[in-house]
């Protein structure tokens, strides 16, 4: 699927809105680069509006020093050599972008005292041919639209957002909170900034919506659908300007539409082969949790393999590092010839090898030619040292798992001691002078459904 010119529809619109005298918003649209961008300024005596414009411009010129980088993304494809190497090479190109224009931002601001303090969101798309790169800072929001469902795949940086997600406030709470609008990440307050980056598979028919908080504030995700099912693009935007003006217009309001035309019609095709594999994801219990954006970090640090039948996947007894999710085909789990388990597609094996090196328990076998996914220690590692709420939502779910396996455990060790002792002759008791009998405790066993997380 060929991410060119021609695919690319887009429309961007945006309004000072009902209540405020200037716009501090700006956006960015470059469909010959596939770089999109919303930014919403701060900082009061149009000093948001320097801040917004400078981010916005610093983007595209770093963004245009580094071609080179920038046409690797619109040609990497899932099964291209080194393709997570490529991917982190762009992530970088963006992040970096993001420092360029913070410290631009910062040092504005420095120079001129009305300024200072001046800051800006920034939410960046850059479309190649099978991915979509995400970087991000602030309240600004990115929405993916795909077969009539949305996702929200960026994050709030707001301080409310950070209480909903600690479990402190709730989000009925979070909609009179005195303190909704309060930042907690912006472009060019300091030198530098943190940035969310992101990586997301695309298909034919996919739409993007990039919307400053002036929208998003009156316009719920639920209600988005039916505004993108518009034939023309060019009349979302101006929908969507008009009803956050309808429902008060408090904030200025920017709306960039992004669609990519299924001219091939193979949309539902390829949509129910990525829904299967993020669902069968989603279904592992490290995983169970997580949301689409996150499900979606996990999903693109996973390689793609192809095992003959026949061939051993890994040997019992050998140091485990990788989980393997099924996508076709299908293995056999077994110890020499006794076969324990036959998995097939959405099933996983080998989940405890991302925490512990301890050796297969079992040897995996393909009987099938069979297409996995695979996950290693230090890919996953990496990824939640650096994802800091990924990883406490996912260490969180490892503790579930074995909590439920320590419980299961011991329940069958008490089940095991209550059959031994119901089996000691009553001579036996005697002996003991009537008290009852110590009993070795049997090795405990391994649990949990067959295949699963065994080897």
């Known amino acids: 699927m060929a991410t060119g010119v021609e695919q690319i529809q887009f429309w961007a619109a945006t309004d000072v809105g009902r209540v405020r005298d200037h716009n501090e918003d700006n956006f960015l649209a470059d469909r010959n680069v596939g770089l999109f ?3 919403d300024g701060m900082g009061g005596h149009a000093a948001g509006e320097v801040a917004s414009s400078i981010a916005v411009r610093t983007v595209r010129e770093h963004l245009g020093r580094y071609r080179d980088v920038v046409e690797k993304a619109r040609v990497v494809r899932q099964e291209s050599r080194n393709v997570e190497d490529v991917q982190r090479e762009i ?5 970096s972008a993001f420092q360029e224009a913070s410290a631009a931002i910062w040092t504005k601001a420095q120079a001129e005292d009305d300024k200072r303090g001046m800051g800006t969101t920034l939410s960046v798309l850059l479309l190649g041919e099978a991915f979509a790169y995400v970087a991000h800072v602030g309240d600004s929001r990115i ?32 909609r009179d909170a005195p303190f909704k609008n309060a930042v907690t990440r912006a472009v060019g307050v300091y030198e530098s900034v943190e940035v969310d980056t992101l990586v997301v598979p695309v298909l034919p028919g996919d739409q993007f919506l990039l919307a400053s ?38 904030d200025n309001i920017t709306s960039v539409v992004v669609r990519l035309v299924d001219f091939q019609g193979v949309a539902h095709e390829r949509f129910r082969d990525l829904n299967f594999r993020i669902d069968a994801l989603k279904n592992m219990p490290f995983f169970k949790y997580l949301s689409y954006s996150d499900l979606l970090r996990v999903f693109v640090n996973m390689r793609h393999e192809r095992v003959a039948a026949g061939t051993t996947v890994f040997e019992q007894g050998s140091a485990g590092s990788d989980l393997y999710l099924i996508l076709a085909g299908a293995v056999r789990i077994h110890r020499g010839d006794i076969d324990l388990a036959t998995l097939g597609p959405g099933d996983h094996f080998g989940e405890m090898a991302l925490i512990d090196q301890a050796p297969r328990s079992a040897s995996v076998t393909a009987v099938q030619d069979t297409a996995l996914l695979r996950l290693d220690r230090n890919t996953f590692f990496t990824l939640i040292r650096k994802e800091s709420d990924l990883a406490r939502k996912v260490l969180w779910n490892i503790l579930q798992v074995l909590s439920a396996r320590l419980r299961s455990t011991s329940s069958e060790l008490e089940q095991a001691r209550d059959s031994m002792v119901e089996e000691v002759p009553i001579d036996a008791v005697e002996v003991f002078g009537g008290s009852s009998p110590t009993v070795p405790s049997p090795p405990p066993r391994r649990t ?8």
């Open 37 to 39: 961008a919303v930014a």
């Open 91 to 95: 992530c970088s190109l963006l992040e």
């Open 213 to 250: 908080d002036g929208l998003t504030g009156y316009l719920d995700a639920a209600e988005i659908p039916p505004f993108m099912q518009s034939e023309d693009v060019k009349e979302i935007p101006p929908k969507l300007i008009e009803i956050a003006n309808e429902r008060g217009g408090h």
């Open 143 to 174: 929405y993916l639209l795909r077969m009539g469902e949305v996702q929200q795949i960026t994050d709030d940086h707001t301080l409310v957002n950070a209480l909903i997600r600690d479990g402190r406030l709730s989000r009925e709470e979070a």
């Open 448 to 455: 949990g459904p067959p295949g699963r997380g065994l080897p």
